[in-house]
């Protein structure tokens, strides 16, 4: 079994930073990608951040260069430094991994999901 957990969010004034940081464990064989979502209210989840295994990245174009995923493998962990913070960003924040785990049998991939933190924008 395999369990993302979150870590970091909170409030914060325009301009501000905050970083966000998700630790994988359990039976874990592998994690391919990593990366961080968010979903404002009424609105859909949408990715905000990736990286792959080999530390490839990508971002939405709304918060490129203001944001910064990394990650940390032989701690599982992946990281989100969010810096010149805008209203606009008030979301839940959700970190999603690609991992494989190893059953007797054979090797199994899907994606896990954390259980999110709110990240609010405010004077």
């Known amino acids: 079994q395999v369990h993302l957990v979150e870590s970091g969010g909170g409030l914060v004034q325009p301009g501000g930073s905050l970083r966000l940081s998700c630790a994988a464990s359990?039976?874990?064989?592998?994690?391919?990608?990593m990366g961080w979502y968010r979903q404002a209210p009424g609105k859909q989840r949408r990715l905000v951040a990736s990286i792959t295994d080999g530390s490839g990245t990508h971002y939405a174009d709304s918060v490129e260069g203001r944001f910064t995923i990394s990650r940390d493998n032989a701690k599982n962990t992946v990281y989100l430094q969010m810096n010149s913070l805008k209203p606009d960003d008030t979301a839940v924040y959700y970190c999603?991994?690609?991992?494989?785990?190893?059953?007797?049998?054979?090797?199994?991939?899907?994606?896990?999901w954390g259980q999110g933190s709110q990240v609010t924008v405010s004077s």
């Open positions: 999603q991994a690609t991992i494989t785990t190893r059953t007797t049998l054979s090797l199994m991939e899907r994606d896990y």
């Open positions: 359990g039976s874990i064989f592998s994690i391919y990608e």
